[in-house]
């Protein structure tokens, strides 16, 4: 029995909207549109608070917390644009009624080689009380957008708007990390197989690559045979395989009673760990 698994991500992704890019292939590093414009140079109306005065530290908003994916890397994966969830809390004594975030990469907003996303629907606040809020909306990625290398920390860009109309924006308020969405799949055969029998287990350990929208195997990955018996609701790790050039797993093991066989992968800096679900032989 074949059985694959794809890692999980309740939510997790960003992209710039009106851009067009096939879904084939990934825009050249140089083709890319920069950091997009957020905070005060895409809202009307707002100010940042006056500086070299005693009045600044009182009208400028305080920004207190920016949660981006709920805190865990960003995964994405080789085709689909991601939506990532933005938490930002802050407070003034007017009170505030508008967030802005961006996530980007590179030495500085203007540095033409910088790269980044933004949200394309305004922000949702919600007042604690009279001062604080939190403001939610989703950032999009788009893979299209990528290049592989882009597995690395991003920064957080992050602006807020008081009632009165006073704004605070930290273009590097915070950090978060993107990841290139893992695929595993494991088959052990033959199905079913005498007590004490030589079964085979395979597999294939694959993951996205932005630059040409497929996924490909990942290579000399150490990756952990794990077994549990039937009436067992653990599993113990049997041995450990690397993958081959390829991403390929292949393997031998003796099975002498009824259980469950599956790879286990823990993941790396770029790639998010993975672990399908168990392959059921019969011992028979």
């Given at each position: 029995m074949r059985i694959r698994a794809t890692v999980a991500v309740a939510t997790g992704a960003l992209a710039l909207s009106a851009l067009a890019v096939p879904a084939s292939q990934a825009?050249?590093?140089g083709d890319r549109p920069g950091v997009p414009a957020y905070g005060s140079a895409t809202h009307q109306g707002s100010a940042a608070a006056p500086k070299g005065n005693a009045r600044a530290a009182v009208e400028a908003p305080v920004i207190s917390k920016a949660v981006v994916n709920g805190g865990k890397p960003i995964v994405v994966g080789a085709k689909a644009v991601k939506k990532v969830s933005v938490s930002i809390t802050a407070s003034h004594p007017s009170g505030i009624v508008d967030a802005d975030a961006i996530i980007w990469t590179g030495a500085s907003l203007d540095d033409p080689e910088s790269f980044g996303f933004g949200s394309p629907e305004p922000f949702t606040?919600?007042?604690a009380n009279a001062t604080t809020s939190t403001c939610t909306q989703n950032i999009e990625i788009d893979p299209d957008w990528l290049l592989n290398s882009d597995t690395k920390t991003w920064n957080v860009g992050i602006w807020v708007l008081s009632k009165d109309t006073f704004s605070a924006q930290n273009d590097k308020f915070g950090k978060t990390k993107l990841q290139r969405l893992s695929k595993l799949d494991v088959n052990a055969a033959p199905e079913p197989v005498r007590p004490g029998g030589t079964i085979t287990i395979t597999g294939k350990l694959s993951r996205a690559n932005w630059e040409t929208g497929t996924y490909k195997g990942y290579s000399t990955q150490p990756v952990q045979l794990q077994f549990r018996k039937?009436?067992?609701?653990?599993y113990t790790t049997v041995k450990t395989v690397?993958?081959?050039?390829?991403?390929t797993l292949k393997t031998?093991?003796?099975a002498t009673v009824d259980g469950y066989w599956r790879w286990n992968?823990?993941?790396?800096?770029?790639?998010?760990?993975?672990?399908?679900?168990?392959?059921?032989?019969?011992?028979?």
């Open positions: 825009a050249p590093a606040c919600k007042a039937k009436t067992s609701d653990t690397k993958t081959s050039t390829t991403g031998t093991a003796k992968f823990a993941g790396t800096s770029t790639t998010p760990a993975i672990i399908p679900a168990g392959d059921f032989v019969d011992v028979s």
